[in-house]
C-alpha cells in the first residue's frame, strides 16, 4: 500500500544546511509536496515537484527527487530560527487526489 | 485575505455531544478536503468535494461523521455522538483543478472532547 516515511528529528545550527528526508512507496505518484507546520498551525504549502523532474530550486529550499528510489529530500540554505517547525512530505497519485502524508520531521534550529 | 479560513478554531465539548465545523475554502476553487491530525502523526484524508459532489470518504470516517457542501462553496463537517477518540486538528484544504491541483489548507480546528 501506500506509505511515506521520514526521519522523525532534526537539530542545526542557524546558518547551516538543513536535509530533510522521505522516502514513499507509490511508484504512480505525480506530485511531491513538502510543508511545514508551525505549533498549533495548519499546514504552509513550501513547495511541491512533478514526478518527471529531478531537481527544483526556490530561493533557500532545493527539492531533489530519486525516482528510482522513491526518495526525495528538501534542503533549506541558510537555515534560521524562524525554520524551526515541523516539516511534512507528502504524495498524491494518479488516481486518487487525496495527500498521503509521512509523520513529519521535527526541524530544530539554534543559535 | 483570500486563504482557506476555518471555524472555531478550538472546540472543547463533552462527550456524546453532537459538533460541527465550517471550512471557507480559497474563491474559485472547486475541490475542498477534510483531513484529521492526531498528536505526531501527519493529516490523514477524510473526504474531499468536487463542487457540491462528494466524490470520495476513507474508511476513517465512521458513520457519525457527516460533510456537506450544498452550494459548492464553504463546507461542514458534523461529528454525532463525539468519543475521546473524535480528539485531533481537524484540517480543510481547496485546491483548483485547472493549476496542478496543489492543496493549500487552512489554520485547523482543534477538538477536544472530555
Known amino acids: 500500500g501506500e506509505d511515506v516515511e521520514q526521519s522523525l528529528f532534526l537539530s542545526v545550527r542557524e546558518g547551516d544546511s538543513s536535509v530533510i528526508n522521505c522516502t514513499y512507496t507509490?511508484?504512480?505518484?505525480?506530485?511531491l509536496y513538502w510543508y511545514k507546520q508551525e505549533p498549533g498551525a495548519g499546514l504552509q504549502l513550501l513547495t511541491y515537484i512533478f514526478s518527471n523532474m529531478d531537481m527544483k530550486q526556490d530561493q533557500r529550499l532545493t527539492v531533489l527527487l530519486n525516482k528510482k528510489d522513491k526518495h526525495l529530500s528538501l534542503r533549506i540554505a541558510d537555515t534560521q530560527t524562524g525554520d524551526s517547525a515541523i516539516y511534512f512530505c507528502a504524495e498524491r497519485g494518479q488516481a486518487g487526489t487525496a495527500l498521503i502524508f509521512g509523520k513529519g520531521t521535527t526541524l530544530s534550529v539554534s543559535s | 485575505d483570500t486563504g482557506v479560513s476555518q471555524d472555531p478554531r478550538h472546540k472543547i465539548t463533552k462527550r456524546g455531544q453532537n459538533v460541527t465545523f465550517r471550512c471557507d475554502p480559497i474563491?474559485?476553487?472547486?475541490?475542498l478536503y477534510w483531513y484529521r491530525q492526531t498528536l505526531g502523526q501527519g493529516p490523514e484524508f477524510l473526504t474531499y468535494?468536487?463542487?457540491?459532489?462528494?466524490?470520495?470518504k476513507s474508511r476513517l470516517l465512521s458513520d457519525r461523521f457527516s460533510a456537506e457542501r450544498p452550494k459548492g462553496s464553504f463546507s461542514t463537517l458534523e461529528i454525532q455522538r463525539t468519543e475521546q477518540g473524535d480528539s485531533a486538528m481537524y484540517l480543510c484544504a481547496s485546491s483548483s483543478l485547472t493549476y496542478t491541483d496543489t492543496q493549500y489548507f487552512g489554520p485547523g480546528t482543534r477538538l477536544t472532547v472530555l
Open positions: 507509490d511508484s504512480s505518484s505525480t506530485y
Open positions: 474563491s474559485e476553487h472547486n475541490r
Open positions: 468535494f468536487q463542487n457540491e459532489a462528494q466524490l470520495e
